[in-house]
């Protein structure tokens, strides 16, 4: 782990703490990066998925029994 000073906006870190139930700055910190790193995540995936091809045409028959 590294040790940063930075200077932070205490009313947004306050409300940060106050919407993740952070009980500490640095945890406060921690779980605001965290929750950055998982949406760029999950929007580089659905990136990948919109830039799979697409069948223009649905399959008319099932390969697999819908009721087992």
Known sequence: MTLTSVDLD????????KLTGART????ITRA???VEKR???HASIEAL???PVDAEPPTTLDYPLDS
């Open 50 to 52: 919109l830039r799979l």
């Open 33 to 35: 990066l965290e929750s």
């Open 40 to 42: 760029a995540r999950q």
């Open 10 to 17: 205490r009313d947004l870190v306050d409300r940060v703490k």
């Open 25 to 28: 700055n640095r945890e406060a």
